[in-house]
């Protein structure tokens, strides 16, 4: 997959980051080196690098993590919105690794694009 020194510089939010796929992409990204930023309302033991407890709802709470991450980090390279998703037939570090995929430079021609990672769901 994607080498590490390919993220070591990136700065990525990750929402919904206490349990299932935003826990595991949390671990995943770590693994590649990347600085995370995990965001939940519920207590993370994921091992982010910064941890902020917060409602994703709350536009206030947003403002105030993205004014924290740019001030200490001075940039964001992408968010994994992973709150509020349902449980899924998918292993989380499935949907993991697409993320994974798009954080990297090996998806550096892509943009604007939806990446559907859902083992075939919406094509039934």
Do not use: Y
């Not at 798009?102 to 083992?119: H, K, R």
């Amino acid at each position: 997959m994607t080498a590490k020194s390919d993220l070591a510089d990136r700065v990525v939010i990750v929402t919904g980051a206490a349990s299932g796929i935003g826990a595991a992409m949390v671990a995943t990204l770590r693994e590649t080196g990347v600085t995370v930023i995990a965001i939940d309302r519920e207590p993370v033991s994921a091992p982010a690098t910064h941890l902020i407890r917060m409602n994703v709802t709350d536009e206030a709470a947003w403002i105030a993590a993205v004014s924290l991450t740019v001030e200490r980090f001075q940039r964001i390279d992408g968010l994994v919105n992973c709150a509020g998703i349902m449980r899924r037939i998918a292993d989380p570090a499935e949907i993991a690794n697409a993320a994974l995929f798009l954080a990297s430079t090996e998806s550096s021609f892509m943009t604007g694009s939806e990446l559907t990672v859902d083992g075939g769901w919406t094509a039934r």
